[in-house]
């Protein structure tokens, strides 16, 4: 019962769309604390305090995913099957698959080839893209994930993640 | 309800009255308490069910839009702001269309077309029930969607690709289809069962010729609803599928094709603005007979008007979409036929015209509601005569023009009309009158209200106003005239309020009604006020198209029905002379579960598509219970 009456209260935040954060929020959504090898770490204190939003929100998903084709991300990693950049659909994180490893690689960019893009994007932007980025990879689906763009088919749905079957095998390259 | 103290072929030519009416009232009634109210497959208790429902609906969307004129009485206004204003305006028009005038019409079918062709039930009375339910969810569904946020926002008419899975973020516009779902089925059995019993259950005598109007509207609909609404079930089912599935019939890219949705839409949804308006259409010549206190002038042709209109109906739903780009040949084909369809509705006009013209008019509540309507939905078809124009409806696309045109039809060709009834059955349903003077306060507001509100949208719209903008700069000049919209808008509110307040008030203290208080002609008139449950107590036997005004002291019955089940008379279709005894199925508390069933599965298949081979478990049970054969033959001819 308990669970039923809290069913709402979840589809409640998952729906929910906010247009614009404050900039408070958004301010201190910036404060990751990452070890000191610049994977995983602690979120900002405000991210748990809104209930991990970027994770779960059908509608920052979607942004999320709006962002990736617009910001160019699909010319490295195409729809997350890779290309010069790693492929996110086989499940395997060279950086960690956490939302705070993720949200670092975005902003401040990896050896190797990923440019760093807290300069051309905002603090909220990127937690997007770091919730859609996750999705891709994810090894369960989320009734939240967006699903399929208005283009040619390249990969399953998100929402009908995981995209690939036993992934896991490490990288050929 | 098998009795071992009567024979088993006893019949009620063997009883008086008085016993007659008791056997009959124990074999048909609706037992007390919460199962009984689950299970009953009366007509009148479902359908008295649909109409208050219908109105609490309308009650809600009339609040929405209240909300949205305090948005737009000013610029830059920030009372809902762009999200919950998508949301608002998408659950206003959806449901007022789905939730309340689709089903608010039928209502009045499933309650009076077999009290008007004098039969007991409706035909498939669980089936019945079981749209009663299923409508009860869709709309529950809606609105609990609205209160958790998740409301659609995507407009009634959801186009994709904005409601396709790229865009439509979250499970907004999945709620939207499957509420589309859910009301179509329920509107699916509705329209089967209003054909059935026009078709088989009429009463002996009632030839094609003389059916009343109303009957004639309501079977027309139907016919609308079993050809229009597969269409949109094909629609909100492709875009689910679209949407979890990840199939393509909206993706260009892939094959599939985005102005697809447009045409299937809209060839559902023109027809569907004549399923809300032919019913209505109906109740006008009904009221127009009985308080003109004559014969309708032209009983053939508005029979043939309704055929027309809803034939017609399907031949012009490209005129919602003259500027996605059509080839000439195609504009000017929609564009006759829009025009067309001006003709049979003028007929109609004409011919209530002169029925008043040449009757003797008494201008009770019902028949001033019919004057409002006649007068708004002129201007309303005149409106759409321009409209169908390609050029003029080039200028005037997505702008409140448009706005201000569907409301005069829809609110001034159905409401108006639909009121005027609920005045004018209201003490056949209840028992009870509604205040005449209240009345005529409530028509004299809603008409007042109604086109100061309206009116000045043409306007609006023809300065550049575009449709579904949650607000406007300063800089528009469109201030004064939202305002002034805005404020005429709480006319409109108070006389809805005072509507409500009557209908509710008479329910506990109005004057009580006689068996038929207008001294009106059809068979509806000829039993009590409320109708007992078995309808009537002998089946009437017609000789004329008024039979009331024809033997206004006693009506020709017919006897040897059976008195130890439910029994009414199956007679032909064109004459109607009788054919068979058929049993009408009793109580049964399985369409309710069923619904809960496919409820269950409906709503749980926006998430997974598994929901959808889990879900069929439970409905085959409950299915299966539902249909079980009883080994008694059903029919004795």
């Not at chain 1, 084709?69 to 950049?85: E, I, K, R, S, V």
């Not at chain 2, 009953?40 to 839009?65: N, P, S």
């Not at chain 2, 084909?333 to 003709?343: D, G, K, Q, R």
Request: proline share 7%; glycine share 8%; charged share 15%.
């Amino acid at each position: 019962m308990v669970s039923l009456a809290m069913l709402p209260l979840a589809a409640c935040q998952r729906e929910q769309r906010s247009l614009r954060l404050d900039p408070p929020i958004e301010a201190a959504l910036d404060d990751v604390r990452t070890m000191a090898n610049g994977i995983g770490g602690a979120p900002p204190k405000v991210y748990v305090a809104l209930g991990r939003p970027y994770e779960n929100n059908a509608y920052d998903l979607n942004e999320g995913k709006r962002l990736y084709d617009w910001f160019g991300c699909t010319g490295c990693h195409a729809h997350g099957g890779g290309n010069t950049g790693p492929a996110f659909l086989d499940g395997w994180w060279q950086y960690g698959s956490d939302p705070v490893s993720i949200f670092v690689s975005i902003r401040d960019g990896r050896p190797a080839g990923m440019p760093a893009f807290g300069r051309y994007v905002t603090t909220e932007e990127i937690w997007q893209l770091t919730g859609y980025v996750q999705t891709i990879g994810a090894y369960s689906s989320k009734t939240a994930a967006p699903s399929r763009n208005d283009e040619m088919q390249s990969r399953p749905s998100e929402n009908r993640a995981p995209a690939t079957l036993g992934a896991l095998q490490p990288p050929s390259r | 309800m098998s009795t071992s103290d009567i024979a088993p072929d006893a019949r009620d030519t063997a009883l008086q009255e008085k016993a007659l009416a008791e056997r009959l009232a124990s074999l048909w009634a609706t037992p007390r308490g919460i199962l009984g109210a689950l299970s009953t497959v009366d007509h009148k208790i479902i359908g008295r069910r649909y109409i208050v429902t219908a109105f609490i609906f309308l009650l809600l969307g009339g609040v929405l839009a209240l909300a949205i004129r305090i948005q737009l009485a000013r610029p830059e206004n920030r009372f809902l702001g762009a999200d919950i204003y998508n949301q608002v305006f998408t659950v206003h028009g959806s449901n007022m269309m789905f939730l309340f005038a689709v089903p608010v019409m039928e209502a009045f079918g499933v309650y009076l077309v077999p009290l008007m062709v004098g039969t007991r039930n409706i035909a498939f009375p669980r089936l019945n029930a079981f749209s009663y339910w299923i409508y009860l969810a869709g709309g529950i569904t809606l609105w609990a969607a609205l209160a958790l946020d998740m409301g659609p926002d995507i407009g009634w008419f959801a186009y994709v690709p904005l409601s396709g899975p790229q865009f439509g973020a979250g499970k907004r516009a999945d709620i939207w289809a499957q509420m589309i779902t859910f009301t179509e089925l329920s509107a699916l059995a509705v329209a089967v069962e209003i054909v059935v019993t026009v078709f088989k259950q009429r009463a002996p005598g009632m030839s094609l010729d003389r059916i009343p109007l109303f009957v004639w509207s309501m079977l027309v609909t139907s016919f609308l609803i079993i050809m229009a609404m597969p269409a949109i079930m094909v629609a909100s089912t492709t875009l689910i599928l679209d949407r979890l599935v990840g199939t393509h019939f909206y993706n260009p890219a892939e094959g599939g094709d985005v102005l697809l949705w447009q045409h299937l839409f809209w060839f559902f949804g023109h027809p569907e603005v004549y399923i809300i308006f032919l019913p209505a259409v109906g109740m006008v010549s009904s009221i127009v007979t009985t308080f003109a206190r004559r014969p309708i002038v032209g009983y053939l042709p508005l029979v043939l008007a309704l055929f027309a209109t809803g034939i017609l109906a399907f031949g012009l739903w490209v005129h919602h979409m003259f500027v996605v780009g059509l080839p000439r040949v195609g504009e000017s084909f929609f564009t006759a036929s829009s025009m067309a369809i001006a003709v049979p509705n003028g007929i109609q006009i004409f011919c209530w015209l002169a029925t008043l013209w040449d009757g003797r008019p008494q201008f009770r509540t019902p028949l001033l509601f019919v004057v409002a309507f006649i007068i708004t939905f002129v201007i309303g078809g005149l409106t759409g005569v321009m409209v169908a124009s390609v050029p003029l409806d080039t200028q005037v696309h997505d702008t409140y023009f448009v706005v201000a045109h569907f409301h005069y039809v829809l609110i001034g060709g159905a409401v108006f009309p639909l009121l005027g009834a609920v005045y004018y059955w209201y003490p056949k349903i209840v028992g009870r009158m509604m205040n005449e003077r209240l009345g005529r306060w409530v028509v004299a507001l809603l008409f007042v209200g109604f086109n100061l509100t309206f009116f000045p949208m043409h306007i609006l719209g023809l300065i550049g106003m575009p449709r579904r903008v949650y607000t406007y700069g300063p800089e528009m000049h469109w201030g004064g005239l939202n305002l002034f919209v805005s404020l005429s808008a709480v006319i409109l509110a108070v006389g809805f309020v005072l509507f409500f307040y009557d209908a509710i008030r008479s329910a506990f203290s109005g004057e009580i009604a006689p068996e038929n208080p207008w001294g009106a002609p059809t068979l509806e008139w000829a039993t009590s006020s409320p109708p007992p449950s078995c309808n009537f107590e002998r089946i009437p036997v017609v000789s004329g198209s008024y039979p009331l005004w024809e033997e206004p002291h006693a009506l020709s019955v017919a006897t040897g029905l059976r008195i130890n089940r439910r029994e009414l008379l199956v007679t032909s279709i064109s004459d109607a002379s009788p054919q068979a005894r058929e049993s009408s199925p009793r109580n049964s508390i399985w369409p309710f579960l069923a619904a809960i069933a496919s409820t269950v599965m409906l709503l749980s298949s926006i998430f997974s598509p598994w929901a959808v081979v889990w879900g069929s478990v439970p409905i085959a049970v409950t299915l299966i219970m539902w249909f079980w054969p009883k080994g008694t033959p059903e029919d004795i001819s």
